[in-house]
């Protein structure tokens, strides 16, 4: 069985993308996947698993957004260097200080705000992301 | 050729394409040699049922195909030129290649679905001193049918060719199907078997005074289309 490979199981109630998303995410992180490594382009992944584009294309956009890929006109997508990554935590605690910049503007307190991104979490069809 | 000669022509064919269907219908023997071949060394069960339906979409067609293909070049006339009979079989292989990789443009489906991440190109099918010499032989033929005046065989040539440039794009952008290495690997057969019968075709014409360069070439050609359409058992490797 080789490993440069992502499968999606309909049945599994995890929405394609993030199934995608997570093994692309694992290959890159165990090294499967070195920096500089190049993606298939968004057309050729997405008629190959029978998706619609606009879904592989939010994995990319997604591992885009966490610095795990880069894309470019000339090489297509490719995976960054590990330097050039922004972990989650980093991401996760940038996007807490605005959220929290935001709560005490419209003056309300921590236990609150907290509650609100609980609240938001529940409402959410899709799995959370894991720590990092 | 008369309608008189292409009927029995046509059907002689026919009758000779159906009992190469029956001797090559495949079956699970026949899918799993034909992995191994391209060195898919323990291929799984749905692997050898995935070979299988290629082999099938391609062979159902062969009977059919050449029962029509001379009829057809009777009607268009163009039996007069020997070209048509000559190239029956390239041209039933040809076509027959490109029907299966048409009916193999379905979108994928199933519940379980892969996919490999390395990007395909058409140089990952077909090497490129294959296309380069499938360029040359394609010039070749129009050039020396051009200057012999044989329009026939020089729309042939070119048709063919075309044919051989779809079927290798379609083998390129088609779904995948069923395993990654096996799906590369029948993809991979698919755009060698085009390519080598549209460099080999140019020359396969026969030649009632036959000089000793168009033999070479003839040979030339020959050994070219067993070089491009041989299994090469590393593409099994190549999916990473």
Redesign the interface.
């Known amino acids: 069985m080789?490993?440069?490979?992502?499968?999606?199981?309909?049945?599994s109630g995890v929405a394609p993308w993030r199934q995608i998303y997570d093994q692309?995410e694992r290959?890159i992180a165990g090294g499967t996947?070195p920096p500089g490594a190049?993606?298939?382009?968004i057309r050729?992944?997405a008629?190959?698993?029978?998706l619609a584009s606009g879904t592989v294309a939010r994995v990319y956009h997604e591992l885009e957004a966490v610095k795990l890929v880069t894309t470019g006109r000339a090489r297509?997508t490719t995976v960054t260097e590990p330097a050039a990554r922004k972990s989650r935590t980093t991401l996760l605690r940038a996007e807490a200080a605005r959220f929290a910049a935001y709560a005490h503007d419209l003056g309300v307190d921590a236990d609150t705000a907290a509650g609100a991104v609980r609240t938001a979490y529940a409402e959410m069809a899709t799995p959370d992301l894991d720590g990092g | 050729m008369s309608w008189d000669t292409m009927v029995p022509v046509a059907l002689v064919l026919g009758l000779f394409g159906l009992v190469i269907l029956v001797l090559l219908w495949p079956g699970e023997r026949q899918g799993r040699r034909l992995l191994r071949r391209w060195g898919v060394d323990h291929p799984s069960d749905g692997d050898i049922t995935d070979a299988v339906r290629y082999l099938k979409r391609r062979r159902f067609w062969y009977p059919w195909l050449f029962f029509l293909l001379p009829a057809l070049g009777g009607i268009l006339g163009l039996s007069k030129d020997d070209s048509t009979t000559a190239w029956s079989v390239a041209w039933t292989v040809l076509i027959g290649g490109l029907l299966g990789e048409v009916l193999a443009l379905r979108p994928a489906r199933g519940e379980h679905r892969q996919a490999s991440l390395v990007r395909r190109r058409v140089v990952d099918l077909v090497p490129a001193w294959a296309l380069v010499l499938l360029g040359i032989a394609t010039a070749g033929g129009v050039l020396r049918y051009g200057i012999g005046h044989r329009w026939v065989a020089l729309g042939l040539t070119v048709a063919c060719a075309l044919v051989a440039v779809v079927i290798v794009a379609l083998a390129v952008e088609r779904p995948a199907a069923g395993d990654p290495t096996v799906d590369l690997v029948l993809r991979t057969r698919s755009a060698r078997v085009a390519t080598g019968l549209a460099i080999a075709v140019p020359s396969s014409l026969p030649e009632l005074q036959m000089s000793f360069p168009k033999a070479l070439v003839f040979v030339l050609s020959l050994v070219a289309l067993l070089a491009v359409v041989g299994p090469v058992r590393r593409t099994a490797a190549t999916v990473g």
């Open positions: 080789s490993t440069l490979r992502v499968a999606i199981d309909a049945d692309i290959l996947l190049r993606l298939p382009p050729q992944l008629r190959d698993l029978g297509g």
